[in-house]
């Protein structure tokens, strides 16, 4: 079986939306974050032209526009950056920090990914919020019926006891928004 190569020149430039990130590089880099080699204003693809991009780091583009991976510069740690425009989900960015604030945050009953940084993009309305990297619900996968049946009941008890995020937010569970 042939493995089918992707257009040499495909990756070798950066997606619309990843030029996003590597313009904001320089402001994240004050604020604390490095973003990966192929964000940065200086990249030169790794790979040479014959070679296939995916097996070089900086070979993998992103997937999600809005979502990129990064270093704390303070400590090493990996953690995740999401670009939040209010216009397009105006209560995101208040529902989120609701349960990262105070007593909240400590609540044994607050499952809610904290946010360890709120970063105001300068002349905009939007910001970048950050969060620890972590993984998929279902990652590893599960075993028995049991395991299944412990994740949602766990799920659930977070919705049903904990308090009310604020008013007009909506609150909803689905797979790619949960994480352990």
Not at 42 to 55: C, G, I, N, T
Not at 138 to 156: L, Q, S, W
Request: charged share 30%; glycine share 4%; proline share 10%.
């Amino acid at each position: 079986m042939e493995i089918t190569q992707e257009p040499l020149e495909a990756r070798r430039r950066l997606l619309p939306h990843e030029v996003f990130w590597r313009d904001l590089q320089p402001w994240l880099k004050e604020n604390g974050y490095m973003l990966r080699p192929r964000f940065q204003l200086d990249w030169q693809p790794s790979w040479r032209p014959d070679e296939y991009a995916r097996s070089h780091e900086d070979g993998i583009f992103t997937m999600i526009p809005q979502i990129m991976d990064a270093t704390r510069i303070s400590d090493g740690r990996t953690v995740i950056l999401k670009h939040v425009i209010p216009d397009r989900d105006p209560l995101e960015i208040d529902t989120t920090i609701f349960f990262s604030l105070g007593e909240r945050a400590l609540d044994p009953r607050n499952h809610c990914v904290p946010v360890f940084n709120k970063l105001d993009i300068p002349d905009s309305d939007e910001c970048i919020l950050v969060f620890p990297l972590l993984r998929r619900y279902d990652n590893p996968p599960f075993e028995t019926v049991g395991d299944i049946f412990r994740t949602y009941k766990y799920i659930a008890k977070g919705y049903k006891s904990f308090p009310t995020p604020p008013k007009d937010s909506r609150v909803t569970f689905c797979g790619y928004r949960s994480v352990l």
